[in-house]
Each structure stands twice: as structure tokens, then as C-alpha cells.
């Protein structure tokens, strides 16, 4: 038996060097082979290994950040179903229980444990967004029953043998049964893949015990975080920001506490869950309050739970950020992305070196569902983002996804599959904040009906009442807004869209950081030359004057 | 055999490689010369004066010449090439700013954007509109054009790229706007997207034509200037180019796509290991290799299956953030498929937040190099490992031009590595070499599985300065059971350039369902690309052996986002037979994912042809002059092969001595002029005909990966 002290570092980092590359291959194999596009172009999904004990030890690298953390948790009520003695080699057992997943219906999570020798070491795990799920899902949802289909924890394959019974449950209630059943088919094959490799390793490097080395890893994780957070100094930091939200605005607010080593994120004072669906339940909190951490106190360590043992997340029940069932969560994103910037924000005076301004987001996204000019239904979802936040020494990028990571779809790809027009996609003139540092330009987008029958389109934005902020005295980004044929529409609407209607979107802009003072002449007038600020916005902003208007 | 000789040089960072083979007897020449990076063509012609020179040839016996560069890498990469503009489809001018709009690194705030190269000022939009079937929607606004060609002839443009969406379905308007620029500017140079890459996809596509038009002008005045000294030097032939596909052109065909030849270099590699496997005459090697190329900072690594490397449609060029995927400019060109390591001789090792060891992608280059150059480096570096292990010799590295200093190695490693984990120099050292051969072992064995493969089917090709002190270690750590370790690994790649066939690729996207393929229309375009890359193939016209056209489809399921390329015969498409067409495609994908799925429809996004010469044959079993001398031997020195064993005194052999038959058991070490071959103990190798040097590794079985 292998004791822990015969780790050395250099076992532990060849090991876990091992461990991470085959979680990105898992992921890979999926992408490959996977029939929907938010797992393909958004890598909407990840990729867990959990040890016996089911502490989370890898995860995919690129996967989104609503992800981090919540797998442990839902392994936990899969247990509660299906002790480890219940467990053969080949079940795979799925559920997309909102309240103990990731927070929506629409992610399927799926765990198959891995025996070695006959007896179970691990699990690997995946969870992925389908895009349907069943159900009437919208902005209008009063309760979770509206939103879809739960299928409760369930052994879809049994020792390796697929469960009809469930599969036909599932398939009865989709939209789209083959894309979701094509994902879940390609996640069985990567598995596979995924076991063989773990098990190489493991007969490799002559590791009898995995938990032992899952101990070891997590301990390392743990005291790189640990270090991390102690070397700032105590105290609490606090912060708010408000949200269009529906008739009312929302407002989260945080009081961050740091500790010696441990770092508390509270969320009292938050709104109270509302009857629309943008309810973030305590698992989805957890994790994107967890991702901001770890963006700005440790960034470069593998993803793992021991980098998030020092720190404690809490919001109270019945909160807009912990909700009790059945409160609507589908569209929680809207309330979920605002997380990462309301915690920068409260850190920005402690270490204003680490953290960005606000984002153009909660990302914007526009569902087109309509018919082919043959007659058969389509129903299409494209993601836009807006400009990102300014950097303590330097310009937002424009239009960069964040906190999520969704990537744009090709123009030509979108017009090849739908009949809608892209007419526009271009860079906003004076949409990123101004600052020392601007905020990143966000963009429009506008889309021209071309199709025979009508179109109906579903939208959700936020920040258009209330812009990306600026930070350390920065100004905020642009607000976003949206027009049809010119025409200003609500930012949370459903409309139908005739033939040669055109939608047009403009997202928002990223927060400055810093006096807009302080900005250099030779960026101001980079910015004129690149149509980034116009003459207007220079004099107004910064105070600077053209040659032409002098 | 005919007289006169043919010569392939190759331009890296550091040395330009020439390697000349004589025509008459098959005989291979070799010669080194340091780069010129001002004007690289300076180092070409002194080169070629030294290896002709050195055998005492006459510059008119060279009958045939062929050149890869890193020119046209470098000239992005360091963003030396011209001032270009672009004229794009109204609405769209931005495209290239905002790339994909997702970030390559999920935590880190700071990551970098690549800038684009065509700064706003500069990108035009014209109205005009295509739609994706290709039915013009708007047409195209031609008093717009002139007036955008007028700007740009009163400006300091050189050269102009021209993307509309869906040109890849109908080139008309940018064939157009090419007109109204060339009538208004005669000597601009016009890259239009749908001759350069005609696939869906507007950012690659655009990307793509840019870099091209960026590079255009700097490579046509480079070629010239070539050509100029050649012909100064009484050498009078035509230019032939490697392109990163692994094919040659002609110098007039380079000139008009010279981003095809942003990865000459490597492609020659692995070409040159095609041939070197081919030769090998050992009864376990299957024809499937992995060549290994590691060098100064960066390390690749290419599956050869079946005599031929694996090829991709698309390359990431000038990454800017740690080496990273996604931090650089993506091309769509056809390249022989490697991935890329940021791990070399000059990788700097240290220490990362969890206290453990991490080896580049930093690296201290040329100067100041490793610690052990005695350039002022602190820092550890993989060679610096090496050198404390006894892998290199302080007194033969590049055949002893320059002396390292040991000690100058210890004090580094044990700085920076052995003191802040309270490990012995050696340990330490010995960890800094584990950790980067875990790195790229890794790193292979993730392609190969990405490409269904397993890398114990494989053999290792080791080439490149690094990669033979390396290449047992890593191939033990694979389940890799055989080496194969040619001589003069370090000009490896200039051999390749003269073992590929001169070949051209064309290509043409327009997805659409395999059900409603229009065979007439296909086998109509199939005709006229193939009538392209003959026309573009200058070579296999005057080739006197048969050309061959292979015509591969791009297909997937419908619904998918990554495609499969399937070879189809003309006799399938002419008896426009759809079932056979499916189950081809069936086949490679059953092959690359393990399943099909019987229900889903499938379609073809794009095709491609590839007309092609006959290869050259080099017999490099009588290349290479063996020695015969028994006078080989040259000591013994202390080498560290793991903890197991230690420090074991350990054979030193001079390997340009060693005549063909001879055998060693390991542990040795073979040292060459730039390189050195590690042999663990426990092997057992020989040198074959070809002179190559084969290793056996004791592996262990039953671990198989699958």
C-alpha cells in the first residue's frame, strides 16, 4: 500500500500534469462527436473526476464557470438514491434536478462510477446544457413545474445496458430528443476514454490508493489558496449593484470577510426571490462567487475542491440568490453573471491590481423560432456579448465574453442554417466606459427577417437601465438596448416579426477604470483614429480638443 | 542516374540547413550556416558557396533547388510584413477585432487579444450582399469601390485583402472590386478570400487573406533578391518552394500564396521522416511513426500513418499568451498536422504557487541563453539539467563551439529549484528533466488519442537539436519500444524539402446534405479545381512520371461542427453514387469516434483536390558515407539514469565513426555534432544500412493504451 508521505512534489505534479490532460481529452472527445452547438461552440458543459469519497479532484480546464463545485453536491443526493453498494460497473445515472444541480433544467448531469479490481475508486461525471428540456420555459414562468421536465435521479444506462424505460420518459417530453440524446450517446464514449486513461495512470505510476493522492492534491490546492488570501490584509469589504430586474429593479449586495486565510462572500441584504425565472439557486451562487475568487486571488492553479476549502459562501433563504422550490430559475444567468463584478467591485480598493471593471453582461442572447421555407419548424439561440470591462493598466477588449465564455457563431453559419439576415455586426462608437483605462467597445447587431412565415423572437437583456459600472474612477459603459425597425422595445419581450423586419441589438459597453483624466493623449487619440470615441465624446470625456475644433 | 545535383535549404532562427544530394551516385551532402535575419538570402548564397566549395561542385551543376523559410512565420509573428487594407461586405468591417468573443484561459482576467493586423482606419466597407446560397441580394455599389481605390492608391498601402460574406459560393463581387483596384492602382497587389480560401467562415477566411496580403510583398522582395544572388553566382534554375502541406510549388505559385508556406520548416521535418522510415529495415516497425522535433524552445511532434504524416485544413499562427490555443491568428490553410510543445533545450524551469516544478513555456533563448553558456542566465534551464545529468558534454556541444559551464548549471538549478525544495542538485535536476519529457509524452499521446490512434502502435523519429537527448526517455514513459535516430538530425527538415513531390491543394466550401448532392455540378467544379492545380503545379506538367489528383470531401452528420475528410474516387462521383459516398464516410468515422449514427443525415461542407508529382526517391541507404574505423570510442563519462541507478559510468561514443552491423548495448551515449543520443540501460540497438542508429527500449506490455 502506497503511504502519503511517498507522494514527492515531483509524483504529485507529474500525476496531476496526467490527471488534468485527461479530463481536457474527455472533453475533447465530446466536443468531437457532440450534435449541439452550445456544447460545441460554447463548451456550455464540463468534465469531473471525483474520488471514492466524492471530492471533486479535476476538472475540464475550458469548461464554463456555472460548473465549479455543484457536482459534488449533486453525486451527494445521487447517493442518497444509489449507495455505492447499489453501484455496477457501466450504470451511468443522470438527473437535472435544478435545485440540487446546476440551478436550470436544461443541465443534465450524468455520474459513472469507476471500478478497478472490482471495487469503486472513483466517479467520473459530466454535465452539459440541452437545449430543451421540455416545458413552456420564458420570462413569463411563475414556478419551476413551467420550466421543463425533471428527471429525477435515475440509472440510465445499467451495467452498461441502456434503461428504455427512462430514455422513452425523456424522449416523449423533448423537442429535440436526437440532438440531447446525440450529446448523452457522445458523453457514454467519452467516459470510456476518460476510465481507460485514469486507470493507466493509476497501474502507471503504481498508485494503489487514489484518495490518499486526492488528499494530497486538495491539501496543495488548499494551501496555494490559502497563502493566496493571507497575504491581504484582514477586514470587510463591501458592495452593491442593481439590476433592471422586471417592474422593480433587484439589488445584490456582498460583504466579503477576510480572515487570516479564510475568506467569507454574504449576501445579506440581497433582493428576495422573485415569481420570474431568474432565481439563483445557492449552488449556481456558490459558484460563480467561488469563480471570482479564484480569478482574483489564484488563477493558475488547476481547478479543484481543495482551492475552494478556505472560502465560505452563504445567502439566506428565500433570497434572490438562494430561493426555496418552486421558484422559477431558468434564466438565472441574469441574475447569476452579476456575481463576479458585484465581489470585484467590493475588493476593488483592497486590490485594485486583480480585478477588471464591470462587463457588458449578463450575456444577451435572442431565441428566432419559426419555419423553414419547406415547412419545418426551426428554433435557433445566438449569443452576443458585450464589451469587457477595463484592466487596472489597460483597455477593455471589445466584446469578450465574461463571466461566462461563450463564443459568437460564424455569421455564415448562422445564415446557412436559418432564413434571417445578419445585416450588421460592428463596433459602437463610445460604448466602452471612459476611464485611464476605457472599457471595452460593445457591439449591434441587426437581424433581417427573410422568411416567408413570421418569426418569433424571445429576448431577456439586462443592463440597460443600469450600465456596466466603472471602477477606481471610471465611468460606466454604454447601456444596452433594442430596437425593432428602428423602434426601442423592451429589453424582456416576446414579439412575433414579420417578413423584411429588422431586430436590431446594441449590447452594453465595458466599465473604465480610473480618472478619465489620467488618460494619455496618445490613447485618445488612437481611439479618434479608430472611430473607438468620436470628437464629441473626446472633448466631452477628456476634455480633449481636436485640431478641427480648435 | 542523371548528373548535376538538387539542394534543399531551410532558413530557421537560428542556423540555415542546406542538404545536397548528388544525382549521380545518391550521395547526401550536408552543410550549416548561421542565419542572416536581416536578409536572409545572404546566409542562403554563402551556404550554398560553402557546400559547393567544400565538394568542389560548379555552381552550374545545381539542377534543381528547394527552399523553406520561417520568413514568412517571422513576419507575422514579429509583425514585420506590409501595410495592408480590406475591403469587406458593408456591416462587417469589425469581424476581425472581435474573433470568436470567448477567451482561451477561463480564469485569467488579463489574458491577451491578438491586435488585428489591418488597424479600423484602414478596413473599407462596400455595399453589397451575397446571401448563402449565392443569389446576390444587394448588388454590388461600384462607385463605392472606386472611390474606397482611390484612398487607397493615394496612401502607403501595400497590398489590399478583399473578404465579403459567402464569397466562397460566388467570387463575382470580389473579383470585381479586384478589377476596379488594379484599373485604378496597376502595381497593387489584391487578395481576394475566394482564391485564397474559399470556406464558410468569415473570420478564418478574412484572417487568412490578410495574413496573406500581409506577407506577399516582404516574400516577393525576398524571392527576387534570391533569385538575384543566385543568378550572380552563375546559378540560373527556378526557385522550388516547401509549402506547410508538405508539397513543393514553383517560385511563381508561392508567390501568389505565400501563407501556405508559413510552416516550411516542420513540414520538412516530417517529410524527411517519412523517408527515414522507409529505408529502415526493422521487422517490428509497422509504418506508423511519431516524429519528435524538439529544438531551443519549442518541441512538435506529427503521426506518420502509413508512409503519410496526418494532414489538417487550419493553423493557429503567432500565439502571444504562453503559447496558449486561441492567442494567435488562425489560418485556413492545409498543413501537415503538429502540435506544438513550449517546451525546449532553453525552457526555463521554476517553481509555481503549489510548490511544484514547472517547465516553460518561458525560455531564455539564444542569449542569454541557459545558464551554462555563461551569458549571464540565473535561471534553470532544460539544458541546463542535461548538463548536470551527463547528457551533454561541457566540452562537445556544436561539436565544442561552445563550452558550457557546468557550474554555472548547479548554481542555477539549485537557486531556483533545489534549495526551495530541499532537494539534492541531481534530484532536482532530474526532476526538471521528468517533468518537461511528461510534458511532451503527454502531449503526444493526447494527439494521437484526438486522432483515434494509439501511441504504442507507434516508432519514434527523433530530429532537432533537443529531441535525440530526450527521445528514449519519453518513449519509455509511451510504451514506445522502438527508436529510429537518423544522422545529421539537426538538417532534417532540408532533407524532407528533397524527398516531397511538388503538389498543389485546392479547395471550395458550400455546405450542403449528402441527399441533395448535384453530381453534375460537383463533378463540373471537382474538374475545374483539378485544371487549377495542374495549371498551379507547374512541375507536374514538365514531370515526366504520372500525376496524381486525390479528391477528398469534408463531411459530417448535420447538426455536427467538426468535419471528417474522406477520400472519394472520380469513379464514385461520376456513377454519382450517394450510398457509396455515405458509407465511406461511415468507415473514417467509425475509425476516428468508435460508433455511428445511423439515423442522423450527413452533409459535405467543403471539397479539396490535391494534384501531385511523383515523389523524388533517395535511397539514403547508400546516402550517407558510413566510416570504418574502429576508432570510435571516446571514454566513458558518469550519466543519471532515475534514482534507481544513479550515476552509472557509461560508454561515450563518437557516432559519425560507427560503421553499419555495429552493436551496443545500453546504457551509451552517441554524440554528433549538434546533438547527442541518450541511450538507457536495459536497450539494445544497432546501426542499420542507412546508417541510422536503432534503438530497442525494454517496455513494459499489458499497460496498453487504448
Not at chain 1, 53 to 61: C, I, P
Not at chain 1, 138 to 156: C, H, M, N, Q, W
Not at chain 1, 233 to 245: A, K, R, V
Not at chain 2, 74 to 85: C, L, Q, T
Amino acid at each position: 500500500m502506497t503511504k502519503i508521505k511517498q507522494f514527492s512534489a515531483l509524483q504529485v505534479g507529474i500525476v496531476w500534469q496526467r490527471l488534468s490532460g485527461l479530463l481536457d481529452e474527455t472533453a475533447h472527445v465530446f466536443v468531437r462527436t457532440s450534435f449541439s452547438s452550445v456544447v460545441r461552440d460554447n463548451w456550455d458543459f464540463a468534465v469531473c473526476l471525483m474520488d471514492s469519497k466524492g471530492r471533486l479532484f479535476a476538472q475540464s480546464s475550458r469548461s464554463i464557470p456555472s460548473f465549479i463545485g455543484s457536482m459534488p453536491r449533486t453525486l451527494k443526493i445521487i447517493l442518497k438514491r444509489f449507495p455505492k453498494e447499489s453501484l455496477s460497473p457501466g450504470d451511468v445515472v443522470i438527473s437535472n434536478d435544478a435545485y440540487h444541480g446546476t440551478g436550470h433544467l436544461n443541465d443534465i448531469t450524468m455520474i459513472r462510477p469507476i471500478f478497478r479490481d472490482g471495487k469503486l475508486i472513483a466517479f467520473i461525471g459530466s454535465v452539459f446544457h440541452s437545449v430543451d428540456i421540455g416545458g413552456a420555459p420564458s420570462v413569463t414562468a411563475r414556478d419551476s413545474f413551467e420550466e421543463g421536465l425533471t428527471i429525477p435521479v435515475s440509472k440510465i444506462l445499467v451495467k452498461g445496458v441502456r434503461n428504455e424505460d427512462v430514455i422513452a420518459f425523456m424522449m416523449e417530453n423533448l423537442r429535440a430528443p436526437e440532438e440531447t440524446f446525440g450529446d448523452i450517446g457522445a458523453q457514454f464514449s467519452a467516459y470510456e476514454i476518460g476510465i481507460q486513461r485514469l486507470i493507466k495512470i493509476l497501474d502507471d505510476e503504481q498508485i494503489d490508493d487514489l484518495d490518499m493522492l486526492v488528499e494530497e492534491i486538495l491539501g496543495r490546492s488548499e494551501t496555494a489558496m490559502r497563502n493566496a488570501i493571507a497575504a491581504v490584509p484582514d477586514g470587510m469589504y463591501s458592495d452593491e449593484i442593481m439590476l433592471d430586474g422586471f417592474e422593480e429593479p433587484l439589488k445584490i449586495r456582498c460583504e466579503v470577510c477576510i480572515s487570516g486565510s479564510d475568506l467569507s462572500v454574504d449576501f445579506s441584504g440581497t433582493s428576495e426571490q422573485i415569481n420570474r425565472p431568474v432565481n439563483s439557486v445557492l449552488n449556481y451562487t456558490v459558484a460563480y462567487s467561488a469563480y471570482a475568487i479564484k480569478c482574483a486571488f489564484n488563477p493558475n492553479t488547476p481547478n479543484n475542491e481543495g482551492s475552494f476549502r478556505p472560502i465560505t459562501i452563504t445567502a439566506p433563504e428565500g433570497s434572490l440568490l438562494n430561493p426555496l422550490r418552486p421558484a422559477p430559475v431558468w434564466a438565472r444567468h441574469l441574475t447569476g453573471h452579476y456575481l463576479p463584478p458585484v465581489i470585484f467591485s467590493a475588493l476593488a480598493k483592497l486590490i485594485p491590481d486583480r480585478i477588471i471593471a464591470d462587463c457588458g453582461s449578463p450575456v444577451w442572447n435572442v431565441y428566432f423560432a419559426g419555419k423553414l421555407d419547406d415547412g419545418q419548424r426551426f428554433i435557433k439561440m445566438f449569443f452576443m456579448n458585450g464589451g469587457h470591462g477595463a484592466r487596472p493598466h489597460e483597455d477593455g477588449p471589445p466584446c469578450l465574453s465574461f463571466p461566462s465564455n461563450i463564443a459568437t457563431v460564424p455569421v455564415e453559419q448562422f445564415e446557412n442554417s436559418v432564413p434571417i439576415l445578419i445585416t450588421e455586426k460592428s463596433l459602437i462608437p463610445d460604448s466602452g466606459g471612459a476611464g485611464e483605462f476605457r472599457g471595452g467597445q460593445s457591439q449591434r447587431l441587426s437581424f433581417k427577417m427573410i422568411s416567408k412565415d413570421p418569426v418569433t423572437m424571445t429576448i431577456r437583456h439586462e443592463r440597460v437601465k443600469y450600465p456596466p459600472r466603472g471602477l477606481l474612477g471610471g465611468r460606466a459603459g454604454s447601456p444596452g438596448c433594442d430596437y425593432v425597425n428602428g423602434e426601442r422595445i423592451p429589453a424582456k419581450s416576446r414579439m412575433d416579426l414579420k417578413n423584411n423586419d429588422v431586430v436590431t441589438f446594441d449590447t452594453a459597453g465595458g466599465g473604465g477604470i480610473g480618472s478619465p483624466e489620467k488618460r494619455s493623449e496618445e490613447k485618445i487619440i488612437q481611439d479618434l483614429e479608430s472611430g473607438a470615441v468620436t470628437k464629441e465624446a473626446a472633448e466631452r470625456d477628456y476634455a480633449y480638443k481636436t485640431k478641427e475644433s480648435l | 542516374m542523371s548528373d548535376g545535383y538538387r539542394l534543399g535549404v531551410d532558413i530557421g532562427g537560428t542556423f540555415t540547413d542546406l542538404v545536397m544530394v548528388d544525382l549521380h551516385n545518391g550521395k547526401l551532402l550536408d552543410e550549416k550556416v548561421l542565419t542572416t535575419p536581416d536578409d536572409p538570402s545572404l546566409g542562403v548564397i554563402e551556404g550554398v558557396k560553402k557546400i559547393l566549395e567544400a565538394n568542389n561542385i560548379h555552381a552550374s551543376k545545381l539542377k534543381h533547388i528547394i527552399h523553406g523559410t520561417t520568413l514568412v512565420a517571422n513576419a507575422i509573428i514579429e509583425r514585420r510584413g506590409s501595410k495592408v487594407a480590406l475591403i469587406t461586405s458593408q456591416g462587417f468591417r469589425d469581424i476581425q477585432e472581435m474573433g470568436t468573443e470567448s477567451r482561451y484561459d477561463t480564469y485569467d482576467l488579463f489574458m491577451k487579444m491578438p491586435a488585428p493586423l489591418v488597424t479600423r482606419r484602414w478596413r473599407f466597407e462596400v455595399p453589397e450582399r451575397i446571401g448563402p446560397d449565392g443569389q446576390v441580394i444587394t448588388i454590388l455599389d461600384e462607385s463605392k469601390v472606386i472611390d474606397v481605390a482611390r484612398a487607397i492608391a493615394s496612401s502607403d498601402v501595400d497590398a489590399v485583402a478583399v473578404s465579403l460574406l459567402h464569397s466562397y459560393q460566388n467570387p463575382n463581387h470580389e473579383r470585381r472590386i479586384r478589377e476596379i483596384l488594379q484599373h485604378e492602382s496597376p502595381d497593387i497587389i489584391v487578395c481576394i478570400s475566394s482564391d485564397i480560401m474559399p470556406e464558410i467562415g468569415e473570420y478564418e477566411r478574412t484572417s487568412t487573406t490578410i495574413c496573406n496580403a500581409y506577407v506577399l510583398p516582404t516574400f516577393t522582395r525576398y524571392l527576387a533578391r534570391l533569385t538575384n544572388r543566385f543568378h550572380k553566382m552563375g546559378v540560373n534554375k527556378d526557385l522550388y518552394l516547401m509549402l506547410s502541406d508538405g508539397g513543393t510549388v514553383h517560385e511563381s505559385t508561392a508567390a501568389i500564396y505565400p501563407i501556405r508556406l508559413v510552416q516550411s520548416g516542420p513540414a520538412g521535418g516530417a517529410q524527411a521522416a517519412v523517408a527515414i522510415n522507409k529505408i529502415t529495415d526493422n521487422k517490428d516497425n509497422q509504418g506508423n511513426i511519431l516524429c519528435f522535433d524538439m529544438g531551443g524552445t519549442t518541441a512538435k511532434a506529427c503521426l506518420v500513418e502509413d508512409g503519410k504524416p496526418m494532414h489538417a485544413n487550419e493553423f493557429e499562427v503567432a500565439r502571444i499568451f504562453r503559447g496558449k490555443k486561441g492567442s494567435g491568428i488562425p489560418l485556413k490553410i492545409p498543413v501537415i498536422e503538429m502540435i506544438e510543445i513550449g517546451a525546449g533545450g532553453g525552457s526555463i524551469a521554476r517553481l509555481d504557487n503549489l510548490g511544484l516544478i514547472q517547465v516553460g513555456p518561458e525560455s531564455a533563448g539564444a542569449d542569454p541563453g541557459p545558464a551554462c553558456y555563461g551569458l549571464g542566465g540565473q535561471k534553470a534551464t532544460v539544458t541546463d539539467a542535461d548538463l548536470i545529468l551527463g547528457y551533454l558534454a561541457a566540452d562537445n556541444f556544436l561539436g565544442g563551439d561552445i563550452q558550457l559551464d557546468i557550474e554555472a548549471s548547479k548554481t542555477a538549478v539549485k537557486n531556483t529549484i533545489a534549495k526551495p525544495l530541499g532537494l539534492s542538485v541531481v534530484d532536482a535536476a532530474w526532476a526538471i528533466h521528468e517533468t518537461v519529457n511528461e510534458s511532451m509524452g503527454q502531449a503526444a499521446a493526447i494527439h494521437a488519442l484526438e486522432k483515434a490512434k494509439r501511441i504504442t502502435d507507434y516508432s519514434m523519429i527523433p530530429i532537432g537539436g533537443a529531441g535525440p537527448v530526450h527521445a528514449c526517455n519519453i518513449a519509455l514513459k509511451l510504451n514506445l519500444s522502438l527508436l529510429i535516430c537518423p544522422p545529421s538530425a539537426g538538417v532534417a527538415s532540408a532533407l524532407g524539402f528533397l524527398v516531397s513531390p511538388t503538389s498543389f491543394t485546392t479547395l471550395q466550401g458550400g455546405v450542403i446534405p449528402l441527399s441533395r448532392l448535384n453530381f453534375e455540378a460537383v463533378n463540373r467544379q471537382i474538374l475545374s479545381m483539378e485544371e487549377q492545380g495542374r495549371k498551379l503545379n507547374t512541375e507536374a506538367r514538365e514531370s515526366t512520371g504520372g500525376v496524381n489528383v486525390e479528391i477528398l470531401a469534408s463531411m459530417r452528420y448535420i447538426g455536427q461542427g467538426y468535419n471528417v475528410e474522406v477520400g472519394i474516387s472520380k469513379k464514385v462521383l461520376i456513377s454519382k453514387n450517394i450510398a457509396a459516398i455515405q458509407q465511406l464516410f461511415e468507415a473514417v468515422y467509425l475509425t476516428q469516434f468508435g460508433r455511428i449514427e445511423p439515423h442522423m443525415a450527413v452533409e459535405i461542407v467543403s471539397w479539396r483536390v490535391v494534384v501531385s508529382g511523383p515523389t523524388p526517391e533517395i535511397d539514403l541507404a547508400v546516402a550517407r558515407t558510413g566510416a570504418h574505423s574502429d576508432d570510435f570510442s571516446k571514454g566513458h563519462r558518469r550519466i543519471y539514469f532515475g534514482p534507481k541507478t544513479d550515476f552509472i559510468s557509461t560508454p561515450v561514443y563518437e557516432r559519425s565513426k560507427i560503421e553499419v552491423g555495429r552493436e551496443f548495448e545500453g546504457p551509451a551515449i552517441f554524440e554528433e555534432r549538434e546533438s547527442t543520443i541518450v541511450v538507457p540501460p536495459g536497450s539494445h540497438s544497432f546501426v542499420d544500412k542507412a546508417l541510422n542508429l536503432i534503438i530497442n527500449l525494454p517496455v513494459k506490455s499489458g499497460t496498453e493504451l487504448s
